[in-house]
């Protein structure tokens, strides 16, 4: 069975970091794709972060370029998620999630984690 | 970035009836859509994907249908466990975006 457990989360006051971390097993991490998508309480879903299967390539969505930084050890079946200088509008849920493979090319989550809570206060 | 709308952001019906939920791509995006239930303090579950193809393991009560740039979740016959929260996804292009969400309530 597939399983995703993210763990990490806290919190932290503003522009101190955090690492969230995403274990994964039930499939080969390295035929995969992988994503953070976050959920501030109460709130819809944002899409942050994606990386390539072998790590060659990632993406972030604008108001974390530059601070979060996604990566991930294939042999460890681990996904991370560092989160620098952080900021209260970062206070979410954040959930790791696999990308399903597709020959067409449409980008979508097939197996999610329960997420972990990062609060950023001070 | 490609804008996603839902309508409406909620809607009261009861357990038989027949709903359905919009969702509008600010540009076109062929079938490049995603639609996901989440229950309170739960991860989200993929139901649809491609605009109209079931995932796995998914009731056939749920079907999506639409192209380009106006779609629908339609759950034909609703069950208790249906009253939840749904969310579409476009996932044509980066950075991928989603609906605000559309909450199903007991009437």
């Known amino acids: 069975q597939v399983h995703l457990v993210e763990s990490g989360g806290g919190v932290v006051q503003p522009g101190r970091s955090l690492r969230l971390s995403c274990a994964v097993s039930?499939?080969?991490?390295?035929?995969?794709?992988m994503h953070w998508v976050r959920q501030a309480p109460g709130k819809g879903l944002e899409w942050v972060s994606a990386?390539?299967?072998?790590?060659?390539?990632?993406d972030y969505t604008d108001s974390v370029r530059g601070r979060f930084t996604i990566s991930r050890d294939n042999s460890k079946n681990t996904l991370s998620l560092q989160m620098n200088s952080l900021r209260a509008e970062d206070t979410a849920v954040y959930y790791c999630?696999?990308?399903?493979?597709?020959?067409?090319?449409?980008?979508?989550?097939?197996?999610w984690g329960q997420g972990t809570l990062v609060t950023v206060s001070s | 970035d490609i804008q996603m709308t839902q309508s409406p952001s909620s809607l009261s019906a009861s357990v038989g009836d027949r709903i359905t939920i919009s969702c509008r791509a600010s540009?076109?995006?062929?079938?490049?859509l995603a639609w996901y239930q989440q229950k309170p303090g739960t991860a989200p579950k993929l139901l649809i994907y491609a605009a109209s193809s079931l995932q796995s393991g998914v009731p056939s009560r749920f079907s999506g249908s639409g192209s380009g740039t106006d779609f629908t979740l339609t759950i034909s016959r609703l069950q208790p466990e249906d009253f939840a929260t749904y969310f579409c996804?476009?996932?044509?292009?980066?950075?991928?975006?989603f609906g605000g969400g559309t909450k199903v309530e007991v009437k």
């Open positions: 990386i390539f299967f072998d790590g060659s390539d990632e």
């Open positions: 540009q076109g995006i062929s079938n490049y």
């Open positions: 999630a696999r990308e399903r493979p597709s020959v067409t090319g449409i980008f979508f989550f097939d197996y």
């Open positions: 039930g499939f080969t991490l390295s035929d995969y794709d």
């Open positions: 996804q476009q996932g044509n292009s980066f950075p991928l975006t």
